[in-house]
């Protein structure tokens, strides 16, 4: 009988497998290093399974070079790739948060190819502003004074807070420190600007009154309002309204600076979102108001801002602009996004977040009827439609579910996570949720050119995990 370490010893060597893999003609004109990273990758799985008695003995030539080559093409493709959003988050941050529109993909094709007039007047000879391209188009989408962008709405609020309370106190409310993405705190990105804070109200109540006792403290330089990224605080609670705070700032001589996060330039409610719009912000009273081009905008990533002419013109001349201003592929995507939303009806069907944003139960369900008789049926697997929950995601309208449908998987020969974790692995990975033992491939954000490839991704999921044969539809090929 053959013990662990017998099976160990037939696992072949680096060397010996190095040799067949530059026989092989998908691997013989890969990069050395990379070629030998995924033989002992592939070598240390096998020895990691076999001890773990997730093998029973070791595989033979041929699927060990099988595995190699996996992992090594694996290896040598790009590491950033698309991805099939299926979980039904609109704007997913981990998967990339707005897809842009065509007309947005089309003018970083023709910038980025070429020179540009990024910062050049064609009609003068001279020297031009970058922020040309965006400014105007936002001072007319916000009703503001003067605009600027920068590269995230992070980098706007320390920008804000830099230029204008650097060495001072900035006055907010307890229960708007909020914590963004990848654990960072509101608090962490002032302080790091060298900014005081002085924090006033409770958690769940922050009334006029506590701003008052606050503004009139010692090295007060603003007051700073937060939009509630990714919660609501519900039951008794309450935050002061941005028109009383504007008229306490107007008194005591100091600006409002207004952080919306989510960045949404037009009413929502028929979409069934409840977001402060910017135009209501700064209609308000508040001096500054920034936010996201990735979110409800539905643009690149950028930092937008939006105000008084003077705090404007205060950032631009800020030695730290020059180090969060956009390149100039945010800038062409950002400018045709903008002129996108110029026809708010019309960009309902070109701006992909907000075509996902306003689609209709109805056709929702169409949708998932459709992606169910794309998919066909699976021997061993289960398929129907069935009435779910979508979100916004990205920050945008926390705890508020948007009604959709999805193609419910499941699997009546081993557990569904199996499955979801395959689907990952694929080319394109598939980014799914399980729900009750199913697998739900949400309607809502699933685009039907993505049904081919969709279809192939799970094809040969499935395929692998329970040892059939693969055969690729001859319509995802």
């Not at 595995?67 to 950033?80: E, F, N, T, W, Y």
């Not at 991805?83 to 089309?106: F, K, M, Q, S």
């Not at 992909?352 to 139960?361: C, D, F, G, S, V």
């Not at 081993?414 to 033992?437: G, H, K, M, W, Y």
Request: charged share 25%; net charge neutral.
């Amino acid at each position: 009988m053959s013990t662990p370490s017998d099976v160990l010893k037939s696992i072949p060597k680096v060397e010996k497998v190095i040799g067949w893999a530059l026989k092989d003609p998908e691997l013989k004109d890969k990069a050395h290093s990379r070629l030998l990273k995924s033989v002992r990758l592939a070598l240390s799985d096998l020895r990691t399974e076999l001890l773990d008695k997730r093998r029973e003995q070791a595989p033979d030539d041929e699927e060990v070079l099988n595995l190699v080559k996996r992992k090594a093409l694996d290896l040598c493709q790009a590491q950033l790739r698309p991805v099939i959003n299926a979980t039904g988050i609109v704007l997913h941050t981990n998967l990339g948060r707005a897809p842009l529109a065509y007309e947005a993909l089309e003018r970083v094709r023709m910038t980025a190819q070429a020179y540009s007039n990024l910062e050049y007047d064609v009609v003068t000879g001279c020297r031009s502003d970058r922020q040309r391209p965006v400014k105007d188009l936002l001072i007319d989408l916000t009703g503001a004074e003067a605009a600027m962008a920068v590269n995230n709405n992070a980098a706007a609020l320390f920008l804000l807070m830099v230029a204008l309370a650097k060495g001072r106190r900035a006055v907010v409310s307890r229960g708007e420190l909020v914590e963004i993405g990848g654990s960072f705190r509101l608090s962490d990105i002032i302080e790091a600007a060298g900014v005081s804070l002085i924090e006033v109200g409770s958690t769940n109540q922050t009334r006029l009154s506590d701003y008052q006792k606050a503004a009139s403290a010692e090295g007060v330089a603003l007051i700073l309002k937060v939009h509630a990224s990714n919660f609501r605080l519900t039951g008794y609670s309450g935050q002061t309204e941005i028109g009383d705070l504007a008229e306490l700032c107007r008194y005591h001589g100091l600006p409002l600076v207004v952080d919306l996060g989510s960045g949404s330039l037009v009413d929502l409610a028929p979409m069934g979102l409840k977001e402060t719009p910017i135009k209501w912000a700064l209609s308000q009273g508040a001096d500054a108001v920034c936010f996201s081009g990735d979110k409800l905008l539905g643009g690149p990533q950028a930092g937008l801002i939006a105000g008084s002419r003077p705090i404007v013109e205060k950032l631009n001349a800020h030695p730290l602009a020059r180090t969060v201003r956009p390149d100039k592929m945010t800038l062409a995507a950002l400018e045709a996004t903008l002129l996108l939303i110029q026809d708010p009806e019309g960009a309902k069907a070109k701006i992909p977040i907000w075509r996902m944003l306003n689609m209709t139960p109805e056709e929702l369900k169409a949708m998932a009827i459709k992606l169910k008789k794309a998919l066909g049926p699976f021997a061993g697997l289960r398929l129907s439609v069935v009435q779910t929950e979508s979100q916004a995601g990205g920050g945008a309208a926390p705890e508020q579910a948007l009604p959709s449908y999805a193609v419910a998987i499941e699997s009546l020969v081993n557990n569904v996570s199996l499955l979801e974790e395959r689907l990952r692995r694929q080319d394109p990975p598939v980014v799914a949720r399980i729900q009750r033992d199913q697998l739900l491939l949400d309607a809502r954000t699933i685009a039907q050119e993505e049904f081919a490839p969709l279809k192939r991704s799970l094809t040969q999921a499935w395929g692998d995990l329970v040892g059939l044969p693969v055969t690729v539809p001859k319509e995802s090929r």
